[in-house]
């Protein structure tokens, strides 16, 4: 799955299973600060990433994504690896 | 007035729904005039399954109308409908509290709710039985809690005094108003937004109910299985919808020239202590709630005009609540008008009671009495005066609202022309 899939797909669930506005989201939005996604919204979207993707985020691992692009790239790297 | 001219009035400022009736007010008041059934075969989900395949519907309700789509997934149907139905209430009342307004510091808000996020609650079984607790979405215990009505309503509504839910069954929303209006009365807020909500229409709710053999089976004939008082009832319908009253303290209200729609004079509770679903036999816990509600406002029950009946279409409520009100009322339960707008509506359970006190409030400014349909054949043991069929112009000053809930809990308030 190269790259723009992984983006255009979790764009998709942004909009799908958070309802964010499709407008919003670029590789730089910070999920707290620019797309308001509270910590009860992360777990939301670590789980949608999960079934989506078929990989599995550790807690750890989580606590990087600050961003679109930081979850598009951590999603790749577990495909990757 | 119960301890004298001191006491801080209750006066009802706004008023709003969101039920099988309709999505407004006044939609809703036009139906019931009309003696509409809001109760169809049910299309939440397939009943074929079940015993009982009607209910009683909120009809084209689209989230997305009324929220965002980020936060109405947020929400569970029954805050929803809260929501809904507060934001109209608010706006009838022309109240609307910016976050540094210190009248927001005095102003709360009460939601009963019977039941809560069932259907949320549901969900999450599945999701755990099926795919495991790590699975389990992370929404699911904010959204399913009965009190999570009254928490968005202050987010959104910049509420920041007394906050509270009642969870009494079919009477949770009889005690949001009441106990609001005691907040009020004691002078720890001057508005309250007080209502109910309930939205569990589905196949787990409907089998419960079922198996303890609450519900009409009249899946032949919807509009004509909610039949409170008459002889063949078979049950109550379940119903879905949310109603809210806005209550301010009366000075508050005269000087800002708001528009009061009657003044909430009397709340009277009491337990039957008897059973936990059935009424007690003979009406006497259920009469003790409405000479305490008589007693609270400092009345007679010459000065009851119409009562809004509990009225559920069960065999067992409409014959001890016709007793019970010949209890209270001696005399004059002979010659009052009582109706039961459950006939139209169904059983909203825990919103009910703030369904009926917009029925009730709404009789006295219309000059109006709502009919209780599909009353045709009379039952020996319910010989009152049910206002059959067809509404009633009726000048009417003091009204009665009736809430009773499984568990044994009663609840009357009484509501008097502004």
């Not at chain 2, 599945?126 to 009190?147: A, F, Q, V």
């Amino acid at each position: 799955m190269d790259r723009s899939e992984i983006e255009s797909r979790l764009n998709g669930l942004l909009v799908s299973e958070l309802g964010l506005d499709e407008s919003k989201i670029r590789p730089d939005a910070r999920f707290e600060e620019d797309l308001e996604v509270d910590s009860l919204g992360v777990v939301e979207l670590l789980m949608a990433l999960e079934d989506e993707f078929g990989v599995q985020i550790p807690d750890e691992e989580a606590e990087n994504i600050g961003t679109v692009g930081q979850a598009v790239d951590l999603v790749a790297n577990k495909l990757a690896g | 007035m119960g301890s004298g001219a001191e006491r801080r009035r209750v006066v009802v400022t706004g008023l709003g729904t969101i039920n099988p009736l309709g999505h407004t007010v006044d939609d809703t008041w036009k139906a019931a005039l009309a003696g509409t059934s809001g109760v169809d075969r049910i299309t939440a989900f397939d009943p074929s399954r079940l015993a009982t395949q009607i209910a009683a519907e909120v009809k084209d309700f689209d989230p997305e109308d009324h929220f965002e789509r980020k936060d109405a997934r947020r929400m569970d149907r029954f805050t929803q409908l809260f929501m809904v139905a507060t934001a109209q209430a608010l706006q009838d009342a022309g109240i609307a509290f910016d976050p540094a307004d210190p009248d927001a510091r005095r102003a709360g808000v009460v939601i009963g709710a019977g039941i809560g996020g069932m259907l949320t609650f549901v969900e999450g079984i599945d999701t755990l039985r099926e795919r495991g607790p790590s699975r389990i979405n992370p929404l699911t215990i904010p959204k399913l809690i009965s009190n999570m009505g009254a928490g968005m309503a202050s987010i959104e509504f910049n509420l920041y005094g007394p906050t509270n839910c009642t969870v009494t069954a079919c009477s949770a929303s009889a005690n949001a108003i009441g106990d609001a209006a005691e907040i009020i009365r004691r002078g720890a807020a001057d508005v309250m937004v007080a209502g109910g909500s309930e939205a569990v229409i589905c196949e787990f709710a409907v089998g419960s109910f079922n198996s303890s053999k609450a519900l009409s089976t009249n899946n032949d004939d919807p509009q004509g299985a909610s039949r409170p008082f008459d002889l063949n009832r078979d049950g109550f319908v379940l119903g879905e919808g949310a109603a809210t009253l806005i209550l301010e303290e009366r000075e508050r209200a005269l000087a800002r020239g708001a528009d009061i729609h009657a003044e909430l004079i009397g709340y009277g509770m009491s337990a039957d202590a008897y059973h936990i679903t059935l009424p007690r036999p003979g009406g006497a816990g259920a009469a003790a709630a409405m000479v305490a509600a008589m007693e609270d406002a400092g009345i007679e029950p010459a000065e009851v005009d119409y009562i809004n009946a509990h009225g559920t279409s069960t065999s067992a409520n409409d014959a001890t609540e016709t007793a019970a009100i010949k209890l209270a009322l001696g005399d004059r339960a002979g010659s009052v008008a009582i109706s039961s707008t459950k006939s139209m509506t169904g059983h909203l359970l825990g919103g009910a009671g703030a369904m009926e006190a917009v029925f009730s409030i709404l009789a006295i400014n219309r000059s109006t009495l709502p009919p209780t349909i599909n009353y045709q054949t009379p039952d020996p043991e319910c010989d009152l005066d049910y206002v059959p069929n067809t509404p009633r112009e009726a000048d009417v000053s003091t009204v009665m609202s009736n809430s009773f809930g499984f568990g044994g809990h009663n609840v009357a308030l009484v509501f008097r022309a502004a």
